[in-house]
T-cell receptor
Framework: RKEVEQDPGPFNVPEGATVAFNCTYSNSASQSFFWYRQDCRKEPKLLMSVYSSGNEDGRFTAQLNRASQYISLLIRDSKLSDSATYLC????????????FGSGTRLLVRP | NAGVTQTPKFQVLKTGQSMTLQCAQDMNHNSMYWYRQDPGMGLRLIYYSASEGTTDKGEVPNGYNVSRLNKREFSLRLESAAPSQTSVYFCATTTGDRVTGELFFGEGSRLTVL
């Protein structure tokens, strides 16, 4: 079983829709959680960190559920420009600082 | 304001050939990483260097060697390339701040091994 798992999608949604992705992690020692965005044939870039209390950045909301060991990303009022692959990443306290990535969820926003 | 620079951006090799991917950062970060990305597999960590002079294996180190030449540069070497090493390779760097967690990636190096 992969340490970090995501539904590969694609999620195909109309503009203005709300869409949510989940990411599960298997190692309970995981301490830090992040969402990255990757455009086609580009490098990943940090979208947002995921805090225990949840956090919001404009149309994006990230949540952490430690009991069930998953993080989520909610995108409201989807824009065409949101089309990308969303990667979750986790960092463990029991290792040097290194991020383990999921395989990504692809989002397609259609007009 | 280059950030993280990788060279070459594209390379085609024949099985058995060797090559080195170069990575340089001007962000004064201590930690540097090499990831590979394959369809359906996500980013997998090959090697990392927490500081100048140290290197450690990641998830998929077999077939690769690395050198942390100085604080700025971290190279990845394929001694005898195999078709299974066809991939997109990303170099990344970070301050190591666990709170922000931001890795800064290079633009990637696309390697094809025939």
């Amino acid at each position: 079983r992969k340490e970090v798992e995501q539904d590969p999608g694609p999620f195909n949604v109309p503009e203005g829709a709300t869409v949510a992705f989940n990411c599960t992690y298997s190692n309970s020692a995981s301490q830090s959680f992040f969402w990255y965005r990757q455009d086609c044939r580009k490098e990943p870039k940090l979208l947002m960190s995921v805090y225990s209390s949840g956090n919001e950045d404009g149309r994006f909301t990230a949540q952490l559920n430690r009991a069930s060991q998953y993080i989520s990303l909610l995108i409201r009022d989807s824009k065409l420009s949101d089309s990308a692959t969303y990667l979750c990443a986790v960092n463990r306290m029991d290792s040097s600082y290194k991020l383990i990535f999921g395989s990504g969820t692809r989002l397609l926003v259609r007009p | 304001n280059a950030g993280v620079t990788q060279t070459p951006k594209f390379q085609v090799l024949k099985t058995g050939q060797s090559m080195t991917l170069q990575c340089a950062q001007d962000m004064n970060h201590n930690s540097m990483y090499w990831y590979r990305q394959d369809p359906g597999m996500g980013l997998r960590l090959i090697y990392y260097s927490a500081s100048e002079g140290t290197t450690d294996k990641g998830e998929v180190p077999n077939g690769y060697n690395v050198s942390r030449l100085n604080k700025r540069e971290f190279s990845l070497r394929l001694e005898s390339a195999a078709p299974s090493q066809t991939s997109v390779y990303f170099c990344a760097t970070t301050t190591g701040d666990r709170v922000t967690g931001e890795l800064f990636f290079g633009e990637g190096s696309r390697l094809t091994v025939l």
